[in-house]
């Protein structure tokens, strides 16, 4: 029998009865898909419901609830059964609960005990002990639910533990038909280690266990929350099924219900020192009830746990001449190097989603390159906690309540590149030639680019606010105009900011793709500002650099002078016209930039540079073009030869971006206010 929840319960009445039925009804027959044999290429299997809302199980589909499922003689679908001793939680909309254990075992049982609660609907829980936290939002009863992070494997059936189920009714004297809380992970083993494997774990770019509110939805199944926790309750990116394996045999895994641009599966073996993974870039959407099915994974006959470096993105261009792009990670410990891989696939997934990387993608290889960290999470700079002294590799810092003084040890960073990048190694590029993004294991709000004079870079990204939505703003007051003396200022009006679509929600994968994107690999500068202007005198110093920065921000307003006055000439109009009309619409002279409201100027409103879209502007791109043309060690190509090949759609005003949503899954907090970053650091080369 499982341990009950100890909280404040009603005196015990003992007896009391009711009814739980669990029919198991044969369902229609459905169409099939072919799967394809690929493991890593998610297909769900066809799902649907039948009878009170319960979700049904054809072929090898799970059961929708309860702590055990049996596959029938045939295997074209699943009983669901109870086991004596099963304990559910009920709470009233008090908070009040109380608990009611299974007297028998089988499809459709009693449950007795528990006390006689007033005051409905009543939500009820299983198993009892996964109730966590409870509390209200927006009049709203809200439930910390874990799904457990470690799992036991049972051949064909999902763990007792681990099958979460809630539902609502309107009074206790009501059958139960429960819905299952989580997602449902389905694979097969084969290959000649599997007899070995101990542990298999399953991570994500997101949490997938531990524990997650949820909420009745108005139908009263479960809904899950992922933009709200619980204070001391964590949740983890990963999730792992233990016991021993068979191969040929199928596993599941119970998972939380979310949307993935990136993942692993690691095989440990029985001395739990040695194991083989696969890492994937593949979106997944695991939603809630569904099963996705990974089919057979091949272990092969060996364990494989080397650090070597991973080519996650290699060059397709027919000239022998390629970017390189060096991924590094800073406090991540050796047993979380495979969620590292997994957050850097998926922030440079985000980079290269993004124009014009997105087509400019086949010039570049990325290495992702792996060291661990004696302790998790970065350094902070300003003494204000104890941990300060972090023991980080390459001793990333940042204030701990502010975002001044980010930096990392240059040394080691540009010296563990040149030691372990191939291309370096084999003489393909130089340091100065391979941007470095350094992906850090910490959730504070973070993002900084340090340049240096001979090209050189390295940026810091950590995973801020543990990967939860973050909003970037607007400015209410801009300069009057483009030619406006500093003073002279105007409102922005509500209508222009949903003109610009202000207001979106993004992710750390936003900072990466400005802070990475623009400043390490294209060289750009900011383009929003603060309430301080600089002088008109002012020149822009990096414009001279050996390698140029800031080329996308004027110091004169002049259309015959400012930086991108090659897009005014009359053939760059006219094919601008012919390809789409949103270059004409949002090109121009606006004032702001390089942190000053007065005396820089940028080409176009709204970008990337100000509020971390994945929009660079023309001009931004044609720059990061060239960017990457020089890094390919190519000749730069003109503005009208950049055109053909460019794609002027910005997905938050032209096609809008939604955020990819699991079933079941909603968002009723609002995301981090953030404000924008400081600006890079560019300094001289001392290395």
Known sequence: MKKKVFLSLMAVVPLFVF????????????????????????VPMEMHFVGNGDLKVNADYSADTKSQTSMNGTGTYASVLWTAGDEILMANEAFNYTTYIASASGAKVSFEGGAVLSGGPYNCI????????????????????????????????VAEEANVSFTQVATQEEELHFKNVGAIVKFKLSGDVVSSVKKVTLGGTDPISGT?????????????????????????????LTGNFEAGKDYYMVVAPG??????????????????KKFSSKVMTFNQTRITDFGTINLGDDFDHSLDPILYIEHTTADPNYATIAVIPDGYRAEELDQYVVDAQSGIDALFNTEPYKSYKGYFNVWILRVASKESGARISDGTTEEKNRDCYFQTSWGGSSYDNMQANANRVFGFVEENCPDIVNEIHSIEEVPVLIIINDTRYAGMAWNYGNGATYCMVPKSYGGGYIHWGYYNVEAASSTALPGDTREVTPEEKTDMGIGYN????NTLVHEFGGHSIGKLGDEYWYSSY??????????????????????????????WADMYDISAQEKMATISPKYNERIGVFQGADVSMFNRWRSERISCMIDNRFYFSTWQRYIIVNRIMTLSRLAPIDFLTFLDNDNPTDPVRDGGSPVMQAQGVIDI???????????????EWKY
């Open 259 to 276: 949307v993935h641009d990136s993942f692993y599966m690691s095989f440990e073996n029985n001395d739990g020192t040695q194991s083989t």
């Open 19 to 42: 009814s739980c039925s669990k029919s198991i009804v044969e369902p229609e027959a459905v169409a099939t898909k072919e799967v394809e044999s690929d493991p890593w290429n998610i």
């Open 126 to 157: 299983y198993p009892a002990d996964c109730l966590k936290a409870y509390n209200t939002y927006n009049s709203k009863p809200i439930y910390g639910l874990c799904i457990p992070q470690e799992q036991a494997a049972t051949v064909g059936s």
């Open 534 to 563: 600089k002088s008109a005198v002012e020149a822009i110093a990096q414009h001279s650099w050996a390698v140029p920065m800031m080329l996308n921000v004027s110091a004169k307003s002049d259309p015959a002078l400012v930086t």
């Open 669 to 683: 907090a609002p995301a981090h206010e953030a404000p924008m970053l400081p600006p890079p650091m560019y300094a």
């Open 506 to 509: 993004g992710t750390w994968r």
């Open 212 to 240: 997650f509110v949820v909420t009745p939805s108005d139908e009263g199944a479960p809904q899950f929350i992922t933009n709200i926790s619980f204070t001391g309750h964590p949740q983890f990116t990963n999730v792992s």
